[in-house]
């Protein structure tokens, strides 16, 4: 039976402090990337925004849930170890632009990223393809909400036209899959949000892995 034991490693560090701080006012402020604060030696900073969420409660339980869902699906898909660099590519691109663009910040959705564009790019499994690409889409549709009232409605129409990527999988063009984060990713990068620089990096590490089937590898193993 398989057992996700990255996801679920993930998830327990990543839930804790992220709950605690609704408790603990003072711990987001000082685990978020704050790039004055890095300049300064607080380097640590890069990794504890990871754990630590700046989208109110609806946010940290949002990213939360898609942890446990993409996470799982990766995992399955890749193997922990692949599960893991997929994280990190989208964890290490998105804080980097974080620091050079002086964009101040918390929250583990970068990371998501990384899970989402390895699994639109490279999971074998149609629903898991599907997953990712509606996570690229809705990484980046946040910003709409920044248009006011008839951008919140934007936000939701494109939100559930996306899932139509889900709803729809089994009639989708496989290819769309791959063309939807590559083209959210272009649009983000554009407009300087670190989504972007993290769907990109998620997108190479899942080059990179494309030529090898962890379940291919798994299977010929003695039993």
């Known amino acids: 039976m398989f057992k996700p ?11 804790v402090p992220s709950l605690l701080q609704f408790a603990l006012p003072g711990l987001q402020p000082a685990l978020m990337r704050d790039p004055a604060a890095i300049r300064g030696g607080e380097w640590w900073r890069l990794g504890t925004a990871l754990v630590v969420q700046d989208g109110g409660l609806l946010g940290t339980l949002f990213n939360l849930a898609f942890l446990a869902v993409l996470g799982y699906l990766a995992e399955r898909s890749f193997g922990p170890a692949r599960w893991l660099a997929l994280y990190a590519a989208g964890a290490v691109t998105g804080e980097a632009a974080g620091y050079l663009l002086d964009d101040q910040g918390a929250g583990n959705s970068i990371a998501l990223c990384g899970l989402a564009a390895g699994l639109a790019l490279a999971a074998e499994e149609r629903t898991a393809r ?23 409605v934007a936000m939701v129409a494109v939100a559930a036209a996306g899932f139509q990527l889900v709803a729809q999988r089994e009639r989708v063009p496989a290819a769309l899959f791959t063309a939807v984060p590559i083209a959210v990713a272009a649009v983000l990068v554009a407009l300087r949000d670190l989504h972007g620089f993290a769907l990109v990096g998620g997108m190479i590490v899942a080059w990179i892995l494309r030529g090898t089937s962890p379940s291919t590898s798994r299977s010929t193993r003695p039993a």
Do not use: E
Request: charged share 0%; aromatic share 18%; glycine share 12%.
């Open 5 to 15: 034991y990255a996801t679920a490693t993930a998830f327990a560090v990543t839930a």
């Open 130 to 152: 599907s997953l990712g690409a509606f996570y690229a889409i809705v990484s980046g549709v946040w910003l709409l909400a920044a248009l006011g009232t008839w951008g919140v």
